[in-house]
């Protein structure tokens, strides 16, 4: 640390540069975040120094965390929800398992996952010394129901199904475990991180939220197809004692009691989310997932037509390719399987996909 | 939620109406942040989408978040710190707790604290099933080092100091912690959340850092002290392979693993906390610092003369008295022992003392 400050100037010049190398996401195409919506960033500003970690003091911000808690959990078919707004999907899978073992008791609990869950359960696991067991996916990289019930025993604290998963954007058979955890009062967490701002918003999607009697929480991500800023992840739970578990007392706050796995929690991305569901509207949020979903469609049929095959039919806008070589200068992931993958969020438009079929048609000439 | 969206000034009229239920830090003297620095919310804002869990995304983000870990280290008395930006203190505590495990796998492991810790703590030990061993406290709030030794034994994972306690601003004897956990190879973590954008800045503070041999890990808040904007903190180790311990593999980003509790981190916070340090220099610390205990002082001095002795003298800008009752207006909160306690941030002015004196001496009359 230098002992003189820096002129404000040389410094933003130095921030400037370093924001240079990071890359602006327009060739971006395998980030489940995006440009967040001007609205979110104009609200956040406005809740800049808000802390919901002492409510108290944050009156406005904590009834904002509400309403956000309450219009996200009419989405999901459940009028009365609670829950609170995290710091994204890993802290809410995190607490999410962290309630199901309290419900559950168990000395030695374990939690049954598709194999194509995300690698939060791994760190939730590892951190609650809970045995993960992956239940293998079928050719549609979804969990697999037929061998489902051998995973399952009475040391099962919780099951978790995806609604849109990170590698194939596929949604597990939520329906088939939902009655498999009505029937054995096994816990359901839904990991709708991805999917929660865009299956309430398509016709005919699958089922995945509390319209299923089975499900007992989901976690969902405002800072994802929400265009909130990050970060702003939500956990959303069924029944309100879930969370009286969790709970630990707070001398010297304005509250006395807190539920949260983290501490101190910015109130802007908060105020975003919720800014940016009452600016768009179903009716919004209608149409920038429906380009989405076309772009990822017109994504797969001109892979297909360059004789790229999807590897799987995705539920979201998420695709994966059997393709072996990127093109240069885009950035798209890999599956663990060895697949292309991408993600059309909503800064990926018609054009940007033209040009990357383009650049694909081009690689092996 | 809405079929049609709201016109964006009527959200935001609403959102105003919540802000100012919110309090105005002016009357706060029970918090332990602040309203961020100007410099900071402006490198928020310029880094606002960049999301620190896709590091290779972007690149040039995570070199502030590298530089901001570097420059802390120095503070800290080590050049080459290893680390990163957490959510805040909580976060911190939970890894550096977890990593105390990994390093030295006990079946039954226990992490012993003084009773004045943080209740992060608590819920660290709660999701790591640690058993939490609270040591008494001396007179002056500090983890009494007569009756240390007999809460350790061979399943001790870490011993845990105070580096300015949130109820009484104390720091622990750090030095003999040190020397205990030297001697007997025990992972010693620092909870300087607070108190690491203090005590740097202050003379004749008590060593609390890497300068001392003992000390494994450190955690610091910038979105205290620091005036960064929320969330931010900082974990720094001594030992870059501590951090081996905690990863996970990240198939589909743009790097191959991650060890961190979180997965979207906001890079905002960084570029705030890192533009901070450079634009106030060690010497703009030090004339803050300086008056915030300036204050403190004043605060003690004026208590005393309306007779109300401090509790115990901080070391930090932090006061406790015995005194019963509140001046109306004010936030003050209370510690477990019953006695109000203040903290001189930032935003406290002189003037804003002598007005709380006032009231305090209008309290009974």
Redesign the interface.
């Known amino acids: 640390?230098?002992?003189?400050?820096?002129p404000?100037e040389e410094?933003?010049s130095?921030?400037?540069?370093?924001?240079?190398?990071?890359?602006k996401?327009d060739k971006?195409l395998?980030?489940m975040?995006?440009?967040?919506h001007p609205?979110a960033?104009?609200?956040?500003?406005?809740?800049?120094?808000?802390?919901l970690?002492?409510p108290g003091?944050?009156?406005?911000?904590a009834?904002?965390e509400s309403l956000l808690v309450r219009?996200i959990g009419?989405?999901m078919h459940i009028p009365d929800a609670c829950g609170y707004a995290t710091?994204?999907?890993?802290?809410s899978n995190?607490q999410a398992l962290?309630i199901a073992g309290k419900q559950a008791r168990r000395k030695m609990p374990n939690v049954v996952v598709p194999e194509s869950v995300h690698?939060?359960f791994?760190?939730a696991c590892?951190?609650?010394?809970y045995e993960l067991r992956t239940v293998p996916c079928d050719g549609n990289q979804k969990i697999d129901t037929s061998v489902l019930e051998d995973y399952i025993d009475k040391n099962t604290v919780c099951i978790t199904g995806i609604a849109g998963s990170?590698?194939y954007g596929v949604v597990d058979p939520i329906e088939h475990l939902s009655d498999i955890c009505s029937d054995r009062e096994i816990f359901l967490h839904i990991d709708a991180a991805f999917g929660g701002f865009v299956l309430p918003f398509l016709k005919n999607a699958p089922k995945f939220d509390f319209e299923l009697d089975g499900v007992s929480s989901i976690s969902v991500?405002p800072?994802k197809m929400g265009m909130s800023?990050?970060?702003c992840?939500c956990l959303i739970a069924r029944d309100p004692s879930y969370f009286k578990s969790?709970e630990?007392?707070?001398?010297?706050?304005?509250v006395q009691k807190?539920c949260t796995?983290?501490?101190?929690?910015?109130?802007g991305p908060v105020?975003g989310a919720?800014?940016v569901?009452?600016?768009?509207?179903?009716?919004?949020f209608e149409e920038i997932v429906g380009k989405c979903m076309n772009n990822n469609r017109r994504l797969i049929d001109g892979m297909a037509d360059l004789g790229y095959e999807v590897a799987v039919q995705p539920d979201v806008n998420v695709a994966s390719f059997k393709c072996e070589n990127s093109p240069k200068g885009w950035?798209v992931?890999?599956?663990?399987e060895g697949h292309m993958?991408t993600v059309c969020m909503p800064h990926i438009t018609e054009d940007i996909i033209d040009e990357f079929l383009k650049d694909v048609s081009e690689i092996n000439v």
């Open positions: 640390m230098q002992k003189k400050g820096c404000e410094i933003f130095f921030l400037s540069f370093a924001r240079d190398k990071d890359r996401y971006v395998s980030s975040c995006t440009i967040p609205v960033v104009r609200a956040h500003n406005m809740f800049i120094e808000s802390n970690g002492d003091l944050f009156a406005g911000t009834e904002l219009e009419e989405l710091s994204g999907g890993t802290e995190i962290r690698f939060s791994e760190k590892d951190i609650l010394s990170t590698e991500d800072h800023t990050i970060p992840g969790t630990v007392e707070t001398p010297y706050l304005t807190e796995l983290l501490g101190t929690r910015p109130g105020a919720l800014a569901l009452r600016y768009l509207g179903r009716s919004g950035i992931s890999r599956t663990r993958r």
